[in-house]
């Protein structure tokens, strides 16, 4: 008996410590486990430092950036060239998105002295349609259309030459309003035009209304935008297919003939030639932007122009740029349209320049098109 109960305790005992040694385990899996635990608190921290240093080392180099910027634009104003700054003030001051820029460094009378200077000074003279004889004869080695690259010493662009004036045409969005318009390549497709580039002045500033023009706008002789009794800077085209330019009322313009025409502001779009003259240009003529024009040689032939800008490898051309380039292509009269971001060219189911903005050309109330 005593044997067996002997045998008994040392199984018991052999047991107890068996279950004892068992526990070791299960302290290691917890004290493990809190080991896991300050890891990840490592691991989080660790990440959260890099975060830090990515956006410490981010806002630095954009401080930097800004820093040098300042710097560049200060050269420019402070400089010893006047024609340096007084570019860098109308160049800026003619977008809606950095025109404040100018403030920074000159008070609101010199920027005004500075566009006064440099600008095409407006006129009382109107089109006269007999100096312009629409060729009718058959010249078939003559393209119905033309694309032609053009390239200055600051600007690069588009320019297409129509044979027939009778295709050219003010097209529309559907309704006028207090929101958005179309780009030309939509408001193209809605006439199934071949193509055009933008039109004329729209609301934009404070509040920007993309899809409400400014000024006198007349489609087929019936005016559909702009008060009867104002006077408006007046760009059209005429039932005999002649550009006019001029400042004019809404019954003025009908006593001129106009079937389709748009308006935009002398700050803005400039008369460029009229009657074969070129206007009066003062200083640099303008800053260096995108810029629309459109104007007529003396046979009748249509040019449409979109030079590209605000990008490293074309800055834009000034007002006088286009002058010249109307000029050298035979234009006996041309004016200027909206520019900047609205600068655009359609032909042939696509845009043919390279307007400047990310998210692609601007919205626009009027376009210019060829049928």
């Known amino acids: 008996m005593s044997n067996e109960n002997n045998e008994e305790i040392e199984l018991f005992d052999y047991m107890d410590e068996e279950s004892e040694s068992r526990k070791i385990p299960v302290n290691k899996k917890e004290k493990t486990g809190g080991k896991s635990g300050r890891s990840k608190k490592k691991k989080k921290a660790g990440a959260l430092t890099w975060v830090g240093r990515v956006a410490a080392t981010i806002g630095i180099t954009l401080a930097l950036i800004i820093v040098w910027l300042y710097g560049v634009m200060a050269v420019l104003v402070y400089g010893p060239s006047k024609t340096a700054k007084n570019q860098f003030v109308l160049s800026v001051q003619e977008t809606s998105a950095i025109g404040f820029l100018a403030n920074i460094f000159c008070s609101q009378e010199e920027i005004d002295a500075i566009k006064a200077a440099n600008s095409i000074k407006d006129t009382d003279e109107v089109t006269d349609t007999s100096l312009v004889s629409i060729d009718t004869e058959d010249n078939s080695e003559v393209p119905d259309i033309e694309i032609i690259d053009v390239k200055g010493s600051t600007y690069s662009g588009k320019l297409m030459k129509i044979k027939d004036p009778s295709r050219l045409f003010v097209g529309t969005i559907e309704g006028f309003h207090q929101g958005n318009g179309?780009?030309?390549?939509?408001?193209?497709?809605?006439?199934?035009?071949?193509?055009?580039?933008?039109?004329?002045?729209?609301?934009?500033?404070?509040?920007?209304?993309?899809?409400?023009?400014?000024?006198?706008?007349?489609?087929?002789?019936?005016?559909?935008?702009?008060?009867?009794?104002?006077?408006?800077?007046?760009?059209?085209?005429?039932?005999?297919?002649?550009?006019?330019?001029?400042?004019?009322?809404?019954?003025?313009?009908?006593?001129?003939?106009?079937?389709?025409?748009?308006?935009?502001?002398?700050?803005?779009?400039?008369?460029?030639?009229?009657?074969?003259?070129?206007?009066?240009?003062?200083?640099?003529?303008?800053?260096?932007?995108?810029?629309?024009?459109?104007?007529?040689?003396?046979?009748?032939?249509?040019?449409?122009?979109?030079?590209?800008?605000?990008?490293?490898?074309?800055?834009?051309?000034?007002?006088?740029?286009?002058?010249?380039?109307?000029?050298?292509?035979?234009?006996?009269?041309?004016?200027?349209?909206?520019?900047?971001?609205?600068?655009?060219?359609?032909?042939?189911?696509?845009?043919?320049?390279?307007?400047?903005?990310?998210?692609?050309?601007?919205?626009?109330?009027?376009?210019?098109?060829?049928?």
């Open 182 to 371: 179309q780009v030309v390549a939509d408001i193209a497709k809605r006439y199934n035009a071949v193509g055009g580039v933008n039109g004329g002045e729209f609301v934009d500033g404070e509040t920007t209304y993309t899809g409400m023009p400014i000024g006198l706008v007349m489609i087929n002789g019936e005016q559909v935008n702009g008060n009867s009794g104002s006077t408006y800077h007046v760009t059209g085209i005429t039932f005999d297919n002649k550009l006019v330019v001029g400042n004019m009322t809404a019954e003025q313009a009908k006593q001129n003939n106009i079937r389709d025409c748009v308006s935009i502001s002398n700050s803005i779009g400039p008369f460029l030639i009229i009657n074969g003259e070129a206007q009066d240009v003062s200083g640099t003529g303008g800053g260096l932007n995108p810029r629309t024009a459109l104007g007529q040689t003396s046979d009748g032939s249509i040019i449409l122009l979109a030079i590209d800008g605000r990008m490293a490898n074309s800055l834009g051309a000034s007002f006088s740029d286009l002058q010249d380039i109307m000029l050298q292509y035979g234009a006996v009269n041309a004016s200027v349209m909206d520019g900047g971001t609205s600068t655009q060219m359609y032909y042939e189911g696509e845009v043919i320049n390279t307007p400047y903005s990310p998210t692609g050309p601007r919205t626009c109330p009027t376009s210019w098109l060829v049928k």
